[in-house]
């Protein structure tokens, strides 16, 4: 029989899709520049509804023999992309519209990467996984080289794409194991394999498709494209890079480790641990020798990658969802202080003209409403209370102290330690913002900043400081998000 | 040995008779040519007319139309299994499909519309 | 079930020699050209396995439409068509040797560790399984979302490379 095709649980994915499709046709069939970017702007808001809408039916629904699951955890991270989507078409807007770049065509990528997102927050087997993860990386392979005529955007789009296609390739062979050692692609049917006894070549299997998530989440030792890549692309692009399509791949990172791997601890545990410790070390210890923002920032993300991975790395020791939470609340965080350090490096270039850090000193005192923002965001991904990025480590290392084994604590005493060195260099920037005296040749009297780009950092440094004080609000959205529908 | 294999016992008789064939056709080629290699040879055969300079070998737009060939390929391969359970699948299916065909029918009235399907 | 080891052994000697021929060939155009055996191969020992549509499908996607954007896409470089040793080297012979003795013996010991001891039997129910209309109602009934989401992907992917290939 013909399944019972639940519209309901598909509208905020048919909604994206109708945009996209508006967006083309607005770009080909009229002249209008900016219809392209209204269109694709109302849309993202839009599939925001019947996000609303099945939030407040609060049902689960499970489609297709379980392959694709509407439930809170998939509402939440729904909710989570739509927004950073968002967030990163009010960045865009000024940028690509000065840049007389393709427009349509900008936009129609970032939606289709966009719905690859929200269809991975509800895909629950390795071939909806799967395809919804190459949906996200294919258009950014192209968004990353947008800068057609620019070396290093070309550069940056190259490497991106050698290597995902590289990590598309080894997670495909280690899922393709699985599958075959599980006969089912349903994370379901996976979980119940993995809980009985399994032979070597499962933990490799498991190996191979952790290796893969690793690059697109660029985990140290496998991060090594990220740099370049951010660096190169149109900083709008490195902006949802580093948060949406990063936490697409730790949503699926998340939903696989937890609804299909989870019982064969031993194969997957160290991997994470490993992966964790390397990416918060390495990336800490790179980023303190930037010169460039831009890939200061890159090397900070993949730190904080690193901080996302711990509780992953000691779920198997967590009673209840207390790290499964933290991964969420961490993700939900890191994208709003991310995206508004990336506003932040976006505004400061229009005036400074440049992504060097000594640009910026004295910038305080020539913008200081730019300066203070950009301060909120470094002073939160650093963790300092009261803003949000205290609560994000809180929870991590909540998950830390709720596993309470050696190699947990262990992990958590890595974790401090980079803690630490990371306050260095973000404290190190905003010093230069406040205490160093002006560059010459920084333009004072520049024109007003877009408003998208402002509107994107005004509602990220409110996100910041409510969540930092009340940190109660996406403490509630960790738990809904593991609550049985 | 079953029915399906002895149907593609056939189809291998048939690939290998071919690759006899060519052989045979090719080897009697190279026995009775006189051979001169020149660099000459290597050139692009482009329509008669000098190859474009630059940095490629071949016009960057003939990419574009191997493109296209790649994605309808991809959905041909996707049409076959809808075309055998027609039946069975009826109005639901050919919504399904009706969905797949338009977006990538999108995709063609794009580059037509960008004018990369014009050789101009 | 003699004829299908035979069958196998063929095939598999000449898609490891072809293979070999593709990393070894001084041109690149015959590297491609190597590189059309070995999925052909793959193909045919599809057939073994009685995934007849995979099969059909590998003909199509890979020999049909892979291997002609490689073709183009040396085109588009200006990689040496005619045999120029050197150019193609990158000098790793030895490491990429090693490696590939390591993954080699690593996957051998532990596939036969994991199936070592199991036959597939062959029957008809097998060889329906592998037919198109089996796949098709996979497709449409289980995999609708993946199916309507790669037709997206498809279209932002001819999007994308229409944007790096215009001229404008």
Same mark, same amino acid.
């Given at each position: 029989m013909n399944p019972h095709v639940d519209f309901h649980a598909f509208a905020p994915e048919i909604v994206l899709t109708v945009t996209i499709v508006a967006v083309l046709i607005a770009d080909l069939f009229t002249d209008d520049s900016k219809l392209p970017a209204r269109i694709a702007a109302l849309g993202v808001l839009g599939s925001l509804v019947p996000v609303l809408t099945l939030a407040v039916d609060g049902q689960t629904r499970s489609l297709f023999g379980g392959a694709f699951v509407v439930d809170p955890f998939s509402l939440v991270l729904t909710g989570f992309f739509l927004v950073a989507g968002y967030v990163t078409l009010l960045l865009s807007f000024d940028y690509i519209g000065e840049g007389d770049y393709y427009q349509g065509e900008f936009y129609v990528l970032l939606l289709t990467s966009l719905l690859g997102m929200i269809v991975i927050s509800s895909a629950r087997d390795l071939i909806s996984i799967f395809v919804a993860l190459e949906t996200i990386t294919i258009p950014t392979f192209v968004l990353a080289g947008w800068r057609k005529h620019d070396?290093?955007?070309?550069?940056?789009?190259?490497?991106?794409?050698?290597?995902?296609?590289?990590?598309?390739a080894v997670m495909l062979y280690g899922m393709s194991l699985v599958f075959g050692l599980a006969n089912s692609t349903v994370l379901v049917d996976i979980h119940k394999y993995a809980s009985g006894h399994t032979p070597a070549l499962f933990a490799v299997a498991v190996f191979l498709t952790l290796v893969g998530f690793a690059f697109k989440v660029s985990a140290v030792p496998f991060h090594f494209w990220a740099p370049d890549t951010y660096e190169g692309a149109p900083t709008p692009v490195t902006a949802f890079l580093s948060v949406a399509s990063k936490a697409g791949g730790f949503v699926a990172l998340l939903t696989i480790v937890r609804l299909g791997f989870f019982p064969s601890g031993n194969s997957w545990q160290p991997i994470l641990w490993v992966l964790a410790a390397a990416s918060m070390t390495l990336g800490n210890?790179?980023?303190?020798?930037?010169?460039?923002?831009?890939?200061?920032?890159?090397?900070?993300?993949?730190?904080?990658?690193?901080?996302?991975?711990?509780?992953?790395?000691?779920?198997?020791?967590?009673?209840?969802?207390?790290a499964w939470q933290a991964v969420v609340i961490y993700i939900l965080i890191y994208g709003a202080m991310n995206l508004g350090a990336f506003a932040a490096v976006i505004a400061a270039a229009r005036r400074t003209r440049s992504a060097e850090i000594s640009r910026l000193a004295g910038f305080g005192r020539t913008n200081p409403a730019i300066a203070v923002m950009f301060s909120v965001f470094l002073f939160s991904l650093a963790g300092i209370p009261p803003l949000a990025g205290w609560f994000a480590k809180f929870v991590m290392f909540r998950a830390v102290f709720d596993a309470n084994t050696t190699v947990a604590v262990v992990l958590g005493v890595i974790a401090a330690v980079n803690s630490v060195i990371a306050f260095f260099y973000y404290s190190g920037v905003v010093r230069r913002l406040w205490f160093d005296e002006p560059a010459a040749g920084v333009e004072l009297s520049s024109p007003r900043l877009p408003v998208g780009l402002s509107a994107a950092m005004g509602l990220m440094t409110a996100v910041i400081l409510v969540v930092g004080v009340y940190p109660q609000f996406f403490a509630r959205l960790g738990e809904i998000a593991f609550q049985r529908g | 040995m079953t029915e399906f294999y002895r149907q593609y016992l056939s189809v291998a008789v048939l690939i290998g008779a071919a690759a006899l064939m060519f052989g045979a056709m090719l080897g009697a080629g190279r026995l009775l040519r006189p051979n001169r290699p020149q660099p000459e040879k290597f050139i692009t055969y482009e329509a008669g007319s000098d190859p474009v300079g630059g940095w490629g070998q071949s016009n960057v737009r003939y990419y574009v139309? /191997?493109?296209?060939?790649?994605?309808?390929?991809? %959905? /041909?391969?996707?049409?076959?299994?809808? /075309?055998?359970?027609?039946?069975?699948?009826?109005?639901?299916?050919?919504? %399904?499909? /009706?969905?797949?065909?338009?977006?990538?029918?999108?995709?063609?009235v794009y580059a037509w519309r960008k004018g990369v399907l014009r050789w101009a | 079930m003699w004829e299908q080891q035979v069958a196998f052994w063929v095939l598999a000697v000449a898609m490891a020699a072809a293979a070999i021929g593709v990393?070894?060939?001084?041109?690149?155009?015959?590297?491609?050209?190597?590189?059309?055996?070995?999925?052909?191969?793959?193909?045919?020992?599809?057939?073994?396995?009685?995934?007849e549509f995979?099969?059909?499908?590998?003909?199509?996607?890979?020999?049909?439409?892979?291997?002609?954007?490689?073709?183009?896409?040396?085109?588009?470089t200006r990689a040496p068509m005619h045999d120029d040793a050197g150019a193609l080297d990158n000098d790793q012979r030895w490491g990429g040797l090693v490696v590939a003795l390591f993954v080699l013996g690593v996957l051998i010991?532990?596939?036969?560790?994991?199936?070592?001891?199991?036959?597939?039997?062959f029957s008809n129910a097998l060889v329906s399984l592998g037919r198109t209309s089996h796949v098709g109602t996979d497709i449409f009934r289980v995999f609708v979302v993946p199916f309507e989401v790669v037709s997206m992907l498809l279209l932002a992917a001819l999007v994308g490379a229409v944007v790096l290939a215009r001229k404008d």
């Open positions: 070396t290093k955007s070309n550069e940056a789009s190259l490497k991106y794409f050698l290597i995902g296609v590289l990590s598309s210890l790179a980023a303190l020798r930037q010169t460039n923002i831009v890939r200061m920032l890159a090397y900070s993300s993949i730190a904080q990658g690193g901080f996302i991975l711990v509780p992953l790395a000691v779920a198997g020791d967590v009673r209840g969802n207390a | 139309y /191997a493109l296209l060939f790649v994605m309808f390929d991809v %959905e /041909a391969v996707f049409i076959f299994p809808w /075309a055998v359970n027609l039946k069975s699948l009826g109005v639901y299916g050919l919504i %399904e499909m /009706a969905v797949f065909i338009i977006v990538l029918t999108l995709g063609l | 990393v070894r060939s001084r041109n690149i155009v015959h590297a491609a050209l190597f590189l059309v055996v070995v999925l052909a191969g793959a193909a045919a020992q599809y057939i073994l396995l009685a995934a995979v099969a059909w499908v590998q003909v199509l996607i890979y020999i049909g439409a892979v291997v002609v954007l490689f073709l183009f896409g040396i085109m588009l010991a532990l596939l036969v560790n994991a199936f070592g001891g199991k036959k597939i039997h």
